[in-house]
């Protein structure tokens, strides 16, 4: 089976030859801008310095950055939220081919994830590889009520093997439990149906290596799983980490969890965590300016975005950071941040936490791009219309009033920029309120209240009326 695996050497060197960078410079994510701060940085990248970790409950030794797959590169030049885009498959080996040969070894999907192709693409990318050279992660993504029934969950379980041509699963997560009516739907997904008592037998035959579980929403379910770790004996828990939902969650979102208290938890009982978010969906890579300045004085060198990685990172506790990396410069910035890391300070933690604090005064969306609400049923393109309008507020392109000093400007950037990000029939004037999206979004938006407040807002810009 490995002989298959195996890439041809001459391959492989081709590869990783002088053209990669240029070639990465026409990818385009299958969800995600090109819009991660860069560091400017032009050293060789060494590929024997990643920092790993050990998972202490089956030994594995793990990259401490991760390959998040939701975000893979599409084929479509025009905008990557086009419903007819295809996955670059020769640009997803590329991007596979250079993480693996500068050490990253852990790699998270999902069925959910680019489409339903997320799976498909990462294990022709990964086929190529001996199979020890890897670990990949992948989820029950058993969302909508008609994949419930134990037939449905276990198909989509076996599914996930013939998609990432392996015969084991080295990770496997209940997706996003705490989602939704929390317990209830917990226990209708994994519960009832006897699914997760299948997944625990899955575990002692040897076709899943490590069984955990990925968590959003209602931490009552957290709390409820955790004090049944004796029965489960959770492998690993994934958490949305950041600095800023360290100890501001709720002021973030009022269902959120303080990252502070769940790392905290899971440090207590001695399971390793993964870490989702470290970026919250590009929002701290795409900082205010003034924000931006004050990152870059203190450590001119890095980029934006690696004070957010070295902050997940220097936890002991976690054992790989995920990214969704995709476009070649992200993924050599974060190899800078982790080949090796450089932990942080106690004087830069408390850097990061006046940092947050300061990023909690602009009043963003808690969108995290994870296109969970989609695809909307009338079209509308929501992640890119919230990601549009946070990008503005960070720019000071949302003015209060007609009569604020640079009004002009930040009308013209705003309209403008709103019409080349969203195309005219996906804007936010077409959403209904039919509400389908709102049960779907871990960060728990009122989806429609926001694009009629959108809407409302670009109204006043077009008719001037602000």
Known sequence: MNDRKNMNRRDFLKVFGGGIVAAAAGLYGCGKGRNAA??????????????????????????????????????????????????????????????????????????????????????AALSRHPRDKYFIATKLSNFAPSTWSREASLAMYRNSFRELQVDYIDYLLLHGV????????????????????????????GRIRNLGFSYHGDVKVFDHLLAQHDKYKWDFVQIQLNYVDWRHAKEVNARNTDA?????RLAELGIPAIVMEPLLGGRLSNVHDHIAASLKQRRPESSVASWAFRFAGSLPGVLTVLSGMAYMEHL??????????EALTDADRDFLEQTAQTLLRYPTVPC???????PCPYGLDIPGILLHYNKCVNEGNVPASSQDADYRKARRAFLVGYGRAVAPERQADHCIGCNQCVHHCPQNIDIPRQMQRIDRFVEHLKRETL
């Open 368 to 374: 995290n791009d994870c296109k969970y609400c989609m």
């Open 178 to 205: 705490g989602m939704g009516r929390g317990l209830r739907d917990f226990e209708a997904r994994y519960i009832d149906n006897g699914v997760l008592d299948f997944l625990l037998r899955e575990r002692e035959a």
């Open 332 to 341: 050599q910035d974060n190899l800078r941040t982790f080949a090796p890391l």
């Open 38 to 123: 860069a560091s400017g940085a032009s050293a060789p990248i060494p590929t024997d310095r990643m920092t790993f970790r050990t998972n202490p409950t089956s030994g594995d030794r793990v990259s401490l950055l991760g390959y998040g797959c939701m975000r893979w590169p599409t084929v479509a030049r025009t905008s990557a939220r086009d419903s007819s885009d295809e996955i670059d498959q020769q640009a997803v080996n590329e991007l596979v081919d250079y993480a693996i040969a500068h050490g990253v070894n852990y790699f998270d999907t999902s069925p959910a994830y680019c489409k339903g192709y997320s799976e498909r693409a990462t294990g």
């Open 260 to 264: 502070e208290y769940l790392y905290g």
